[in-house]
């Protein structure tokens, strides 16, 4: 049997190769599509190369997904592994660091620090000392009863050495500075005969040097004001002296009774010289000696 032909309506320039057994199929030369005959008809399919582009894609998947198992099962350890090495080679070196000494910095290189916020309290000073503001201190009162002797040193010719006792009163009025104590006071020989108990008055300056805590020796310059000075020869006159005097002192209460209250705490022994230094004559002075005990304060 013949096989057919097509019309003239479906001759093409490749229509010219030999017709091919029925029922077969041929790829033509520069055709983009496979050519099928069914029972000498040529019938065209869908595209050769679109059907290798959808195996393509499909492979292309399929290997895509192997790669990422592949690096999700390979990968995430070595990542973990690299991460674990970095620490272990990180500490060591930060501990080295933070162990090496720094350089010294000076003091005046950095800036003090400021602290914000932050009240500042300044400590309030202790209170001066009140000071009364005068030259003049706080008086002491003494009573000072001892014995009077004259004529113990160059006495006139026909003139024995003579003691009576003596009572004296004493205000001391401290200064401002250590060494000037002002005196005044007064003492007078009760049992004198022949108006020898008529009181003297003096009044001075006192220099006291602390020898130490058991001795103060003091000079002292004062006046007198009693009967026959002045250079008077009338009986029982009054009349003024310049007298010098040395003065030593032992401080037996502080001493021998710090913790006793009142004058015996306070007790000192005391011994005198006294000299004329106007209307004095010959050089004989009188001597006195006692007790010197604090009244007030």
């Not at 399919?45 to 059907?51: G, K, S, V």
């Amino acid at each position: 049997m013949a096989a057919p032909t097509l019309g003239p309506a479906h001759t093409t320039e490749l229509d010219t190769i030999a017709t091919p057994p029925p029922n077969s199929t041929r790829h033509l030369v520069g055709c983009s599509r496979e050519t099928v005959f069914v029972d000498g008809r040529r019938v065209d399919t869908l595209p050769i190369h679109a059907d290798r582009r959808i195996v393509r894609s499909i492979f292309a998947c399929r290997v895509t997904l192997y790669l990422a198992v592949v690096a999700c099962t390979v990968g995430w350890p070595l990542a973990a592994r690299a991460q674990t090495a970095a620490i272990a080679v990180q500490w060591p070196l930060s501990a080295w660091a933070s162990s090496t000494p720094s350089a010294p910095v000076e003091a005046s290189a950095a800036p003090p620090p400021v602290v914000e916020h932050a009240p500042v309290v300044v400590p309030k000073p202790d209170p001066a000392p009140v000071s009364t503001g005068h030259f003049l201190k706080p008086p002491v009162f003494l009573f000072q009863p001892g014995a009077f002797v004259s004529n113990l040193v160059n006495a006139p010719a026909g003139t024995d050495a003579h003691a009576e006792l003596n009572l004296r009163f004493l205000t001391l009025i401290p200064t401002g500075f250590s060494h000037i104590v002002l005196v005044s006071g007064v003492g007078f020989t009760p049992l004198a005969a022949d108006g020898g108990n008529a009181p003297v008055f003096f009044y001075g300056l006192v220099i006291p040097f602390n020898v130490s805590s058991w001795m103060t020796v003091a000079p002292v310059l004062f006046g007198g004001y009693a009967p026959g000075f002045g250079g008077t020869t009338t009986p029982g006159r009054y009349g003024h002296d310049l007298l010098a005097e040395l003065g030593v002192l032992l401080h037996v209460g502080p001493k021998l009774f710090p913790k006793a209250p009142g004058p015996l705490g306070g007790m000192s022994i005391y011994a005198l010289a006294d000299q004329k230094i106007t209307h004095r004559g010959d050089f004989s002075p009188a001597f006195l000696f006692g007790l010197s005990l604090p009244l007030a304060p």
